[in-house]
């Protein structure tokens, strides 16, 4: 089975020498979305993640509640744990505010505190108030990816070795260690390390597709070129359409693949809730994905824009209402992506009472359109 | 007859006066058009033919008493003039389209439009030929495809081609190129390969043929232009293979395939033999580079090795120099191995970790080789340059195992910042211990509790045989070199030959204690070891410590110019200013004394003596076995093909037999073996209670 999607293309068309396209393509999207069935066009080339955050203050204002001076990013409404995303996402985040002080606060913490495996890559949880702190030896295979490309980044950025080199590190020891190269269905990113394969489960190997960050695909080439980057993408496109049983249909958070075919994984909530909305802000982000992949996110955007609702993948019926105003950002900048309108006017200050997951992904939207969308951010 | 006639007419007149190819010339789309205007637009004009023109209007409006006077006046003229045989037939291009023509070859498609407009409007009735339309939509055809191309709109341009497939068939060959591409890089591998196919099935030109299987084979994966290759063949006219010319770009991305994993057939002996002799001949880096790279994955090391030589001679590049540094490796020469990554570390940060990787495990073994001042010199540069806890841990344990603690807890200090595994803070409590640093040390201790089991293995004791520490005995003022101080860091001192012969002969000293120490004398002690430890372990373990690793260091920054230097000049310190605006950690609780338990990690030592742990964070309560650390990657992943493929074992068996590679061997023994640390043995039986199988991340909450 072959999907045609326009990842491909934006992969290949990174790799050609020919020069970013000067102008962004969003202004013909409005006209485009009034014809059903024109093919969706995203800008897809690459941009460097240095400096490209332009909101000073709300940089200023996430630091303030969410990064403790050690370097430890706190999640406040999870009785102030850490994660290895957590830090990652700050990490992108500094790079992006060109906040160089502040981004090796970050580093030197997680390495400090989550580099105890005995490979290159990161413990996923991390609880000051427990007695170890690390909560667990495995790893997650998104906070790692995020950690590497933010190093990249950062390397690209400062132009810095030892970044270089730690990226590097983590996106090698990433693509040994939990990408399935070679399955029937191609390269299967596996949530850990351990407990998601055939082996571990029964209805393995399970995926969590916002495991899978195109963005980060898109860029880690950088350090680790000899990775099949582009064929992670493809899969992660293949796979949203695979695993949806009509084309409305919205992912699960936790998917089985057992027999090559697509189900909820058992253990967990067949829902489309906090770990599946990431997908729709990385594929905008990344500016991959053609209509049918954005349709089911758009659909849901568009259904309830203020209070979006977690979905109970089965029966399609709302199960309950996402927690902080910030995911609904992530539904904003979909329907202006796909759809053409406009982000709100305050989509470039995010809520000051917003917990440490909402705010995060709130800033990410902002930083995601003002990378690749500005005319969304247009007033 | 009206103005616009005569306008027309006279036009017609200006284009037989001056037709000229030029005119053709099309102008924009970056690949040239190679459509043409028929013949008949450009015809030179014969003066003597009869003017006609008239008469075909009349006849296209069908008014027949007109062109029935027309016809008597040219007669009249002309007395041998006949009627058009086409007078009432479909109309095609004529003299009254040269005007037209001219526009359509000027490419002013815009104004050829307006003119037809206007012309139809003074004209009713009056159509442009079909064949004009038709280049005309093949040309505006064309036009989009060439607009999408400059955008890099495949995917426009694959939609496009697919919704008209009149015009991939019909297309001149620079289009259907482009059409193909589009195609292959949307994915839609099929279609692209059939707009080969198509291109060589109507086009007999040998150079057109060639630039097509070049167009192919930079746009396909190699194993679909085999095929293509085979069709071609097939339409194939001359006698000898067509594709000559080409020969070495299909051996080319033949080899390319293979390194890509993507090519299962052998390439023919003959075939690689004659893309080597190219290569050589040309001298090119990365065409060497190709061979040898191919050399090295069918491990013909000494084969690669030249090559790899002959590249870098020839100008190859730092991958080029990565390649050799890792045949030199797989032969066995570390020394080489080390002084090309090193040479190469600046321009590729892959020959950075190479560097560091060859000498840690040499620098981690328990008795420590001597190693050249100058060697450690520089390894210590590029470790504090590059903040690498790998190189860190590395020095370290060289450090301590050659007995200069103080080196070792400079490094190690900065190894469990880095990269703080169990083993790299085992070494640092040890180091610290050694140092009578006891305040230290039990933080790190308790700390590390419920994760580390060897680091609380310090305070509770296991009954394994654990060899001796020559530090402990009257060597150790003479077992290294002097230590170096540079401005920010310090290179241990290179080990020296005492080290490994006092080892034995503390080995010696010990199993002859233990042969002459009676049995009863070995029981009694064990059953003093617990009350021992347990004493031992009061006011020490449990005790509250803080959480969180505090240890930083900022890597070292090198003055640029030392970079090529072997041994490198005093480093900087890289300045990061302190951030702002961060916000205080939350006010702590009361650090808890019971440690939980951790998935992936194994029993702790205390357990047996009577300390219990709390569940996990997902409930779980049971220690894991075998722990995180020595488990194999998932299956499928590269990691864990390449422990479990015996043809990788095998060949490695088989360097050992031809006595390539001795590390090979050691490399044989322990992929075959039960994979264990430190010496530690498989957790006893009264321990299997508190073991379960590997739990797994089971869901973030939130």
Known sequence: ?379 | MSRQLRALLLAACAVSLSAAPDALRAQGAAPQSSLVAPASSAAASDREKPDDLALRYYAALDQRARVRAEFSRLRRLYPNFEPPADLYGPRRGDIDEAGLWELFSADKLDELHETIAARRKDMPGWRPSEDLMQKLKQKEQRNTIFTFWREGRWLDIASFARDGRFFVANADVEAQWTIAEAFARTGQINEAIEVYKAIFASNEDKHLRLATMQKAMANLHMSDVETLLAEARKSSKGPDDEFVAVAIDITRARIVAVLRDERKDEISAEELQRFESFAKLTRAPQQLGLVAWLQYKRRDFRAGLETFKAAIENGGDAMIAHGLAHTLRALDLRREAEEVSYAWRAPLVNNGILFLDLLERELSQETPAYVEPARLARYAGVTIESASGEGAQGLGWYAYNSCQFDVARFWFERAVAWFPKEATVYGYVLTLKRLRKDKEALELINRYDGLFPKVVELLFPDDYYHPPFPCDSRVAAKAHGPAVKMAGYIVPGPAGPALAAERDRLRVEIEKKEATTPDAAKLAAQAQQRERVLKAARGKFPIAVTAENPLRFAPLASVAAARSASVPAAPVVVAVAAPAGLRPEPAPGKAPLVARRVPGVGPMPSERYGFILSPGWNAVDLATWPPASEQVAPTGTQWANQEADPAWIGQQKADAATKLSATAAEHVATAMAPRARYGAAPPPPDLAAVLSLPSSKQSQTR
């Not at chain 1, 991390?126 to 295979?141: H, I």
């Not at chain 1, 693509?175 to 082996?199: C, D, E, M, Q, W």
């Not at chain 1, 195109?214 to 080439?221: S, V």
């Not at chain 1, 917003?354 to 992904?361: G, N, Q, V």
């Open chain 1, 1 to 379: 089975m072959r999907f045609l999607s326009l990842a491909a293309l934006g992969l290949a068309v990174g790799l050609a020498p020919v020069a970013p396209r000067a102008e962004p393509l969003v202004e013909p999207l409005a006209e485009v979305a009034a014809a059903v069935g024109v093919p969706l066009t995203l800008d897809a080339h690459k941009i460097k993640l240095g400096g490209a955050l332009k909101s000073p203050e709300a940089w200023s204002a996430y630091k303030k509640r969410f990064i403790a001076e050690q370097g430890r990013v706190i999640d406040t409404a999870n009785d102030q744990v850490s994660h290895s995303e957590g830090q990652g996402y700050a990490m992108l985040l500094a790079v992006a505010a060109n906040d160089r002080p502040t981004f090796d606060r970050l580093w030197s913490w997680t390495r400090a505190n989550l580099m105890v495996r005995n490979d290159e890559l990161v413990a996923w949880r991390f609880d000051p108030q427990r007695r170890p702190a690390v909560g667990d030896m495995n790893n997650a295979s998104d906070g790692d990816l995020l950690i590497a490309w933010a190093l990249a980044e950062a390397a690209d950025h400062w132009d810095d070795l030892p970044y270089r080199m730690a990226g590097r590190r983590i996106a090698v020891e990433l693509s040994r260690k939990v990408v399935l190269f070679k399955t029937k269905i191609g390269a299967l990113l596996l949530p850990a390390v351990a407990g998601f394969n055939a082996s571990d489960r029964s209805d393995g190997p399970v995926v969590n597709l916002s495991y899978y960050v195109f963005p980060a695909f898109a860029r880690l080439d950088s350090v680790a070129p000899e990775v099949d980057w582009a064929g992670l993408t493809q899969t992660g496109l293949d796979l949203l359409e695979a695993a949806r049983p009509t084309p409305q249909t919205l992912p699960a958070d936790w998917i089985a693949l057992e027999g090559w075919r697509a189900r909820p994984a058992e253990g967990f909530a067949p829902e489309f809730a906090y770990n599946a909305v990431r997908i729709p802000l990385y594929l905008a982000w990344a500016g991959v994905g053609e209509r049918a992949h954005y349709a089911p996110f758009l659909a849901w955007a568009q259904r309830a824009k203020d209070a979006p609702p977690i979905v109970d993948v089965a029966s399609g019926k709302d199960v309950g209402l996402f927690g902080g105003s910030g995911i609904a950002s992530i539904g904003a900048l979909v329907a202006c992506v796909v759809d053409g309108g406009k982000l709100p006017a305050d989509f470039a200050a995010p809520k000051a009472d917003e917990d440490y997951y909402p705010a995060t992904l709130h800033l990410l939207a902002l930083l995601a359109a003002q990378m690749r969308y500005p005319s969304c951010l247009a007033n």
